[in-house]
């Protein structure tokens, strides 16, 4: 296992609904990360975090909310999503946000009716 | 702005034949150059990395990657193919010039399928 965790691995939600990603590492890093993944598209950067500080946000609609509360955990929280919301979301987290060897977790697989 | 290319979504290659997958770069500055990997129902795994230095680089599972300036290029290699080896391959680039953030710009994937 790379030491990134996210839960849940599958999600189907309405559109009205609300839900929360998670993502903890247990690899001591200081930078975490959100990325969207779709069939046959570049993964897209959607946040990062160095030291518990938002550093980018790649123009994410506000459906999508971040958190972080500490360097170990990463959320993201979803509201009123639309169907072409519905992907694989993968966290990922690396020593510092200079560094690029990233550590991706398995990803939560997201269904949006 | 940084972006990465890969040409081909899917790469075929007979094991033990020799494969390439391919990418090429634009950035403004100096680039940072990775591949990764990623099997069904994972995450990316680090492959490899050209930081500077020698441009023929070497990584995990006997893979290497030359980084061509000239062509801006960054082509995945392998000299003999495993089946095991059949995955999705990204690659990806950070562009060193000044202003242009931290984290990574990856490519759309191309799948290998390695074939008995």
């Given at each position: 296992e790379t030491g990134v965790t996210q839960t849940p691995r599958h999600l189907v939600m309405g559109m009205t609904n609300k839900k929360s990603l998670k993502c903890e590492q247990h690899l001591g890093h200081n930078a975490m990360y959100w990325y969207k993944q779709s069939a046959k598209k570049p993964l897209e950067l959607m946040f990062v975090y160095n030291f518990k500080e938002q550093t980018e946000n790649n123009s994410v609609p506000s459906r999508f909310s971040p958190e972080c509360p500490n360097s170990s955990h990463l959320f993201l929280h979803l509201h009123t999503l639309q169907p072409e919301d519905s992907a694989l979301y993968l966290c990922a987290s690396s020593q510092g946000a200079g560094n690029e060897k990233l550590f991706f977790g398995s990803g939560t697989q997201l269904s949006v009716l | 702005?940084?972006?990465?290319?890969?040409?081909?979504?899917?790469?075929?290659?007979?094991?033990?034949?020799?494969?390439?997958?391919?990418?090429?770069?634009?950035?403004?500055?100096?680039?940072?150059?990775?591949?990764?990997?990623?099997?069904?129902?994972?995450?990316?795994?680090?492959?490899?990395k050209y930081i500077t230095g020698d441009n023929l680089v070497k990584g995990s599972y006997g893979f290497e990657a030359e980084f061509n300036k000239s062509q801006t290029s960054f082509h995945l290699?392998?000299?003999?193919?495993?089946?095991?080896?059949?995955?999705?391959?990204?690659?990806?680039?950070?562009?060193?010039?000044?202003?242009?953030?931290?984290?990574?710009?990856?490519?759309?994937?191309?799948?290998?399928?390695?074939?008995?």
């Open positions: - | 702005a940084q972006s990465v290319a890969q040409p081909e979504d899917q790469v075929n290659v007979a094991e033990g034949n020799p494969l390439t997958v391919k990418c090429t770069y634009s950035v403004s500055g100096n680039p940072y150059l990775f591949w990764y990997v990623q099997y069904p129902n994972r995450g990316l795994q680090f492959l490899l290699k392998k000299p003999s193919a495993l089946v095991s080896d059949s995955a999705l391959y990204f690659c990806a680039v950070r562009d060193m010039g000044k202003g242009t953030g931290y984290a990574l710009n990856f490519g759309k994937g191309t799948s290998l399928l390695v074939t008995p």
